[in-house]
Structure formats: structure tokens, C-alpha cells
Nanobody
Framework: QVQLAESGGGLVQAGGSLTLSCSAS????????MGWYRQAPGKQRELVAS???????NYADSVKGRFTISRDNAKDTVYLQMDSLKPEDTAVYYC???????????????WGQGTPVTVSS
């Protein structure tokens, strides 16, 4: 079993900042990738940013230069620092991990419940 606990969402004015965090617990032999996705009303879920176990990052073009993803492997936690927020960043943000729970067996994908972010103009 793997659980993901997200926190940090909320309401912020345009230009402001928020930091999201997602902590994984349970069977976590190897967490390959941790990332954040978002889904705005009426839109498809999209990748915001991801980070591998060795720190290789990937960002959506729309957030490059404004958002920073980081990871604490000792705490099995991923963070998303969001600066210069815009109203179009309003969405539910989901944590996603790609991991192998046990030394034997394959990799699995798990999702958090989502945390809402609202950016007012």
C-alpha cells in the first residue's frame, strides 16, 4: 500500500506564491519519479513538473521560470514552489509518483487526492 498526502493549496492573489508538498508513505522501495499535475475546470489534466530520483526535472512551458520542483528523498516528499502565480494557474493540483513498492515486482503509478489552488486577479 502507498499513500500520498498533499498539502499547501489555497487562495492567493495574482503575483503571489504558494508551496505545495506531497509526502509518500507505505511500501516505497524505489520512487523513480515524483511529479505534479493539474486540472482546471473543463480541461484535461496536464503535467506541471516532475523530478527523478537523481534530480532531473521537467517543466511545462507555461510554468518555466515561475515554478520550482524539488524533492527530499530522505522524507519521500516532493515540493512545488509556485511564484508569480497567474489566474490561469487556478486548478486542482495532483501529486503523482511512479514507484516500485517492493524489491521484486514492477513499477506502479499512484495519485494523490488533489489540492485546489485558486489565483484571484
Amino acid at each position: 500500500q502507498v499513500q500520498l498526502a498533499e498539502s499547501g493549496g489555497g487562495l492567493v492573489q495574482a503575483g503571489g506564491s504558494l508551496t505545495l508538498s506531497c509526502s509518500a508513505s507505505g511500501a516505497l522501495f524505489d520512487i523513480e519519479v515524483m511529479g505534479w499535475y493539474r486540472q482546471a475546470p473543463g480541461k484535461q489534466r496536464e503535467l506541471v513538473a516532475s523530478i527523478t530520483g537523481v534530480g532531473v526535472t521537467n517543466y511545462a512551458d507555461s510554468v518555466k521560470g515561475r515554478f520550482t520542483i524539488s524533492r527530499d528523498n530522505a522524507k519521500d516528499t516532493v515540493y512545488l514552489q509556485m511564484d508569480s502565480l497567474k489566474p490561469e494557474d487556478t486548478a486542482v493540483y495532483y501529486c503523482q509518483v511512479f514507484l516500485r513498492p517492493y524489491p521484486t515486482g514492477g513499477y506502479l503509478e499512484r495519485w494523490g487526492q488533489g489540492t485546489p489552488v485558486t489565483v484571484s486577479s
